[in-house]
């Protein structure tokens, strides 16, 4: 029950957390992605993909690794390798 509990208010968080957050989000060039946007007071990452207008948000990405994307010259290969499926993940 206690661990019922314990995934519930972190889902509650998350989701808060998540609606608060405002993006700027900024257009990539990439095959994949179409705009991304980091918070760094929430560490909060959101990915668009090009395909969807849906907006993936990652929680607790570190600014390293927003930065890495950005830096990366082929921005799908480093979010596949280095963000997809390596954070809580909620799509809005």
């Known amino acids: 029950m206690k661990k019922i509990a314990l995934a519930l208010a972190f889902?509650?968080?998350f989701v808060l957390a998540a609606a608060?957050?405002?993006?700027?989000?900024?257009?990539?060039?990439?095959?994949?992605?179409?705009?991304?946007?980091?918070?760094?007071?929430?560490?909060v990452l959101a990915v668009q993909m090009n395909?969807?207008?849906?907006v993936y948000l990652y929680q607790d990405v570190p600014q390293s690794v927003f930065d890495g994307l950005l830096a990366a010259d082929s921005k799908g290969s480093y979010y596949v390798k280095n963000i997809k499926g390596k954070y809580p993940t909620e799509r809005k």
């Open 11 to 13: 889902l509650l968080l």
């Open 20 to 43: 608060a957050v405002d993006f700027d989000m900024q257009p990539v060039k990439s095959s994949l992605l179409n705009k991304v946007g980091y918070d760094p007071e929430t560490k």
């Open 51 to 54: 395909y969807s207008s849906d």
